[in-house]
């Protein structure tokens, strides 16, 4: 799994979200940070369920094909988790010295 989260991590650099619908990002990325207006405890438990079960999953693609069974304000949540993991890689990732 720590295999996997690399490659996604160091692809989303190049702008390759693989566990994500491309007309899914865009709309979840439109609508802002989640908020209270979209996201409610329901969906909050859902989004918690799934990230539980994509551990267990072989592969990306896997995980992908998860994620696209949940609901659509599930994987807004998902994607807006994702990015923000994905910022806080970056902080955390030395800088690059050429």
């Known amino acids: 799994m720590a295999e996997e ?14 566990l994500f619908d491309e007309a899914r990002l865009r709309e979840a990325l439109s609508l802002g940070p989640p908020s209270r207006a979209w996201v409610d405890a329901g969906t909050a438990r859902e989004a918690e369920s799934l990230i539980e079960s994509l551990r267990g999953l072989p592969g990306i693609e896997a995980q992908r094909a998860r994620i696209a069974q949940a609901s659509p304000a599930v994987q807004r ?21 050429h």
């Open 77 to 97: 949540v998902m994607i807006h988790l994702y990015f923000d993991f994905l910022y806080r890689y970056l902080e955390r990732r030395r800088p690059t010295f």
């Open 5 to 18: 989260l690399q490659f996604v991590f160091d692809r989303a650099l190049d702008g390759y979200h693989h």
